[in-house]
Each structure stands twice: as structure tokens, then as C-alpha cells.
């Protein structure tokens, strides 16, 4: 990367950076280089299959060497490369010496043979003619149908089993893959399997090494152990290991514990990745359920996943209407069960039904799904209870956007969150309108739950499993004051439901305005405890599902009330969303500086958060190539000041459209 004047180094000397506090220079051209930054090293990882990238970066006459990967950056200090050129010619020889891997290319990814991708293309023309030809898949499974995107070269990797067996598949363009350049930063593909001889759907993604026991190869074999129905068929899975068989993981981590190293200066805590691969059977997203029955027969079995997975132990952390899945035959044709996919962030239940302490304390999930709790407290434990929470927020988005419907949608119960100071950090929280929507408070009083869904047995299913949340949520927000127990929440009474809804509620239709008596207030406490226990069961959902589903004395599903999507994707909108969220990147927080010399500028850390790799120009840090260069060619430790990992690389997030919701939008 080559800028015109020294102005547009974006960071400080080592003796600078001391005084400042911060590595990174904050004044606008900075900023604007370290994003420029950012996007080159993004784009490598992007269109290239990479475990790390080297940046030369070159401003008027002093350079600096970066070296970046998925848990953060290494930055040398700057040198006069004029007056003293040895560091920058050491750097040339020595990358242009250097094997594929220590440059950075994943090498476990080769090209195939011609005929290797004759038979991948004619595998995915078959599954897309199969399944009604491209304009029905743009519209149902929007993504699948730019597979053979000539824009992309074709790829072969093979998948060692950690469980599971070999896999050896033929890749294309991504079906979807994060622009993070730090974090797991996952991409998947659809893949033609040449062990299988069959399309397969393939994950890739820089799983947490500090989190082995909890990895998604982990969650699958556990679930494949002991049967657990409605999980994926898992073909392979595992963690990946290079040619030479060591480990694929970050670097960056390590330099940052170099903490009694001379040029160590500060550090801000780094996670160490590994790159994991998943190979499993390729399953339908909700687009592609033709009718609410099929929708809420999805809903239940992930209810059911749910309930036995946690019987074992384990807990989701990630139902979303993108995890929630349906698996057809072969042809697409005929609906089979549905399945909750991706484990990538689950976590082990505790004897109180909460994740253990075992796991970061970071929120997990998706934004618009998560609970009211998680939302609200960034330091609650994850439960049973979120979960069953997750699934009706799931039911009801997926209701408003992909089934027949005219209601007045309130996305902000979904997308709502603000910033608040917890614990002296700024964490974002949310949950308010999602309290709201269950207490049918005045500002949500003019909004029904259910007015404008045309399925009418749906709408009462949505209502019934509501008035549950409803009840204690009504009687959450009462408090004692003055010894007795006052209502927080102002609320409606139960009014105006259907037959149906009224038939399934199994308590008293009493609200808030009706009147209790001083034994019924005195008994809120125990009865709220017991309201929180039959929440937290699954099965207490599945029978609510069961009913509604087979019982035609509450109403009859209708063949077919699958809509379009009533908030598809827009390229040209999400584009610009991803360029603005670009232009927000901020490079912020501690960094480490590495300085093994005093005859140039010391160095300091570029914040990201991903793998080194190599932008095919620049070099890691003298020590950094004196791991992956020849002897001759290694630096004598004052030839060159190196920096290690610095800050984490943070984006901040905006919403251009709640159609942005699938993955990890927030």
C-alpha cells in the first residue's frame, strides 16, 4: 500500500504512542488510511482462500511491515527505507523465498483438474434444474443460483474428519461469507461432494481456540452420539491442519503475550482462532416452505431439538430464522421435518439450566431473536427459558415476513437497541419493545398481535403462545412498595380473543385492570416462579404446537399461504449498507508495540481482529520472518522494530434494512 506523504502514516513512534496512550493517530487522513487499510486486507480474505497476508506499507520515504490475520496485527516500526534500505531489501528476498503457506495461502485448497470441474458444474446445474431453475431459486433460496459464477475460480479441498469421514469437494463462489476481517468471519458454499457424489452445503468459519470443548465438530458428535432428532446429518467436521499437518490457527494472540519482551508495551485481550470446517447435508431455508403448516411443523421440531439436545447438556444460543431449517427430498419437493442447524455457538447447561461459566461472557444469538433477559442484561447466563423465547420471536418474524398477512409489522421490536454503561463498559441493550409487545401497553395498545394475519389458526397459535409470555411479564412488573405489591406496567385486560385462543390458555384470562384480591397478591411471587418453570420446558411449546396442528376444532391450515419475501434483499441497498459500515470501521482500543531497536521509528499495532495473511506485498515483523524465512536470511534483532497485535478491530453496526437480520446482523 503506497501513500505520497509521511502525513498518511497512520501511527505513532514507539515514544509517541507512550505519550498519547494509543498507537493510532486519530486526525482524519489517519483514519482514513487504517480503514484503507482494512478493506485491502478484507478483500484478500475474501476472494482468496487465506490463513494470514502481508502488507507493505510504504509512505513517502519510511515504511512499515503489517502482517495481519483473524485474531489481530502485527505493525513494525517505520524505517527510512532511503537511508536505510536493508530491512526493506531482507523483507523482498525473504518473501520471495518463502513457501505458499508462510505467505499465507491455505494450501489444504488447490485447483481441481478440468475434469474435476466438469463434474461439479454438471452436479449443481442438475440440483438447480431440479429445483425449478434459477428465477425460483432467486426467489426461495436466494444465493444458491450464483454457484457457477464465472467471477470465481473453482476450487478442491479435502476435509479430515475430527468426526465423520474424508470429504474431498469442489467449490466455487461463496453462498455467503462475513466481510469481518477479524473474528470467525465465516463463509459457506454449496459444494459438490466427490466422496458423497452428491451437493453438499460446506462451512468454513475461525472458530475461538480457547473454546475446543465447545467447537461446532464438539456440538455435532455429541448430538450424533445420542440421537438427538432434528439436528443435521454431518458428513464431516473438524478442526483444519495444514499440508505439513500443524494446526491452521492465529498469531497475532502470541505476539500479544510476549508481555516481558522489551518492546512490549500494551495489549488488549486477543483471541486465539482455528480454522474449522463443517461438511453436511444441505438443507432449505423457510423461503422455501410452501405453507404456515410446514412453517410451524419447522418451529416445533426445533422445539423438540431443543428439549432433547438439553437433556444431554447442551443448549443452541443461536435460534434465529436463519438456523431454523427445512429438510426436503432430494428434489426439494417433499417436505420431511425441520431441522435447528448451525451449533457453531452452543454452550453446556449448568444444574440450574444456564450455561456454565465455562464460556466468554458475550452475548450470544442473534439480535432480533434473542430474549428479553439476554437483551436487557449484557451479563445474563443464557437458558432453557431463552430459548423457548427465541423460538416464538422466530415464529413471529418469520409469520410477518413469508405468510400471507397485512398487519401493521413493528420491526423495532426486533431491531431495537441503544447503548448503555454496564460495569464502566458501553454495552448495547435492547428488549423494551418486545415487552411492550407482550404487556399490549399504550404504546402498542392501537397494534394487536395478530389483527392481519390471514391464517387465522395461525394467528391464534401466535396469540396463545403470547398470552404465556404476556402472564408473566404482567406479573414480573409488579414490585413491592410500601409492602404491597403495585403494578409497574399499566396493561389491558384479556379482551377480545378468539374461541380457539381461549380454549388452549390453561390460567385464568385475568389482567392487570381486573381486579385481584390481597391473597391473589400475596401469592405473585410463588406464582411467578411457577409461570418461569413451565416456560423454561420445552414440551410445554410442543404440546401448544401438537394442538394446534392436529386439532381441526381450533381451525384448518391451508395448503398453500407462502408469500415473497416481504423484505427480500436488495443488492444495490445492502452494498451500500456494507460501504457505510466500512467508512464506520474504527481501529480503537489497546494495542501491542513491539520495538527491537532504536535506529528507526518505533512501531505500534494495527487493531483487527482476523488472521495474518498476505496482501502478496508486505511482511510480518522481524521476529515474525524470522520464523518463516530462510536462516540466511533472518534480521538481526536491532535491524528492524516490530510491533505485535494491537487493538481489536471493531465495526460499528447499523441496520440498513431488517433484511439484513440473517446471520449476525448486530
Same mark, same amino acid.
Given at each position: ?360 461472557? $458475550? !452475548? ?8 428479553? @433477559? +439476554?437483551?436487557?442484561? =449484557?451479563?445474563? #447466563?443464557?437458558? &432453557? ?123 385464568? $384470562? !385475568? ?8 391473597? @391473589? +397478591?400475596?401469592?405473585? =411471587?410463588?406464582? #411467578?416462579?411457577? &409461570? ?135
Amino acid at each position: 500500500m503506497f501513500k505520497v506523504s509521511e502525513l498518511a502514516d497512520p501511527f505513532y513512534s514507539l515514544a509517541e504512542a507512550r505519550q498519547h496512550g494509543s498507537f493510532e493517530k486519530t486526525d482524519f487522513i489517519s483514519i482514513e488510511t487504517l480503514v484503507q487499510l482494512a478493506r485491502c486486507g478484507r478483500d484478500l480474505f475474501l476472494y482468496q482462500h487465506r490463513t494470514h497476508v502481508f502488507v507493505l506499507f510504504i509512505a513517502g520515504n519510511v515504511a512499515r511491515f503489517i502482517r495481519l490475520d483473524r485474531a489481530g496485527a502485527c505493525v513494525s516500526s517505520s524505517f527510512d527505507y532511503v537511508q536505510h534500505p536493508k530491512p526493506l531489501a531482507q523483507f523482498l528476498w525473504s518473501y520471495s523465498n518463502m513457501s505458499s503457506a508462510h505467505r499465507g495461502w491455505d494450501t489444504t485448497v488447490v485447483e481441481p483438474s478440468s475434469d474435476e470441474v466438469d463434474d461439479f458444474h454438471a452436479a449443481i446445474n442438475d440440483w438447480i434444474t431440479r429445483h425449478g431453475g434459477v428465477e425460483v431459486l432467486k426467489q426461495r433460496f436466494p444465493g444458491v443460483e450464483s454457484t457457477l459464477d464465472e467471477d470465481y475460480p473453482t476450487y478442491k479441498l479435502t476435509v479430515e474428519p475430527e468426526f465423520g469421514k474424508r470429504q474431498e469437494l469442489v467449490i466455487q463462489r461463496p453462498f455467503s461469507q462475513s466481510c469481518n476481517l477479524i473474528g470467525h468471519s465465516t463463509r459457506t458454499y454449496i459444494a459438490y461432494s466427490q466422496t458423497e457424489k452428491t451437493v453438499v452445503f460446506y462451512k468454513e468459519s475461525w472458530r475461538v481456540d480457547a473454546e475446543k470443548d465447545t467447537s461446532e465438530a464438539t456440538a455435532y458428535r455429541k448430538l450424533s452420539e445420542h440421537n438427538v432428532p432434528h439436528t443435521p446429518t454431518v458428513f464431516c467436521a473438524g478442526d483444519v491442519y495444514s499440508v505439513g499437518g500443524e494446526l491452521v490457527h492465529t498469531e497475532t494472540n502470541i505476539w500479544a503475550r510476549k508481555t516481558e519482551a522489551e518492546w512490549f508495551v500494551q495489549s488488549s485481550a486477543l483471541e486465539a482462532h482455528v480454522l474449522h470446517r463443517i461438511v453436511q447435508r444441505l438443507y432449505y431455508p423457510v423461503q422455501w416452505l410452501l405453507s404456515s403448516r410446514q412453517f410451524v411443523t419447522v418451529m416445533r421440531d426445533c422445539t423438540i431439538a431443543s428439549e432433547k439436545s438439553s437433556e444431554i447438556g447442551l443448549l443452541h444460543r443461536d435460534i434465529s430464522i436463519g438456523n431454523v431449517m427445512a429438510n426436503f427430498t432430494d428434489d426439494g419437493r417433499t417436505f420431511i421435518e425441520g431441522i435447528l442447524n448451525d451449533w457453531d455457538h452452543f454452550g453446556y447447561v449448568s444444574s440450574n439450566n444456564q450455561v456454565g461459566s465455562i464460556h466468554r461472557n $458475550l !452475548k450470544q444469538g442473534t439480535w432480533p431473536f434473542m430474549s428479553i @433477559e +439476554i437483551l436487557k442484561n =449484557p451479563n445474563a #447466563l443464557h437458558s &432453557i427459558m431463552d430459548e423457548m423465547q427465541s423460538i416464538f420471536w422466530v415464529l413471529l418474524y418469520g409469520t410477518y415476513r413469508f405468510f400471507d398477512n397485512n398487519a401493521d409489522i413493528i420491526w423495532d421490536v426486533f431491531f431495537d437497541r441503544k447503548k448503555k454503561h454496564v460495569e464502566g463498559k458501553e454495552e448495547f441493550v435492547g428488549g423494551n419493545p418486545k415487552t411492550f409487545f407482550f404487556l399490549q401497553t399504550d404504546e402498542f395498545i392501537s397494534h394487536s398481535r395478530t389483527n392481519g394475519i390471514t391464517t387465522r389458526v395461525l394467528g391464534d397459535l401466535v396469540e396463545s403462545m403470547a398470552l404465556h409470555w404476556q402472564r408473566y411479564y404482567y406479573i414480573q412488573g409488579w414490585w413491592p412498595m410500601h409492602g404491597e405489591w403495585r403494578p409497574l406496567h399499566g396493561g389491558s385486560a384479556y379482551h377480545g380473543l378468539s374461541d380457539a385462543v381461549r380454549a388452549v390458555a390453561s390460567f385464568p $384470562l !385475568k389482567g392487570l385492570r381486573d381486579g385481584w384480591t390481597n391473597e @391473589e +397478591i400475596d401469592r405473585l =411471587p410463588a406464582v #411467578l416462579e411457577d &409461570i418461569k418453570e413451565k416456560l423454561s420446558k420445552p414440551q410445554f411449546w410442543i404440546t401448544i404446537f401438537d394442538r394446534f396442528l392436529n386439532d381441526e376444532t381450533l381451525g384448518v391450515w391451508p395448503g398453500s399461504d407462502a408469500v415473497p419475501d416481504k423484505l427480500p434483499p436488495q443488492d444495490e441497498v445492502e452494498a451500500t449498507n456494507i460501504m457505510a459500515v466500512l467508512e464506520e470501521q474504527v481501529w480503537e482500543g489497546e494495542i501491542v508495540s513491539i520495538d527491537m531497536g532504536e535506529s528507526y521509528d518505533h512501531s505500534e499495532s494495527l487493531s483487527a481482529d482476523s488472521d495474518y495473511g498476505d496482501s502478496g506485498l508486505s511482511t510480518a515483523s522481524a521476529p515474525a520472518r524470522k520464523k518463516h524465512a530462510r536462516d540466511d536470511d533472518d534480521l538481526e534483532d536491532g535491524d528492524i522494530n516490530t510491533s505485535g497485535p494491537s487493538s481489536r478491530f471493531r465495526k460499528r453496526q447499523r441496520i440498513a434494512s431488517p433484511a439484513s437480520s440473517s446471520g449476525d446482523p448486530l
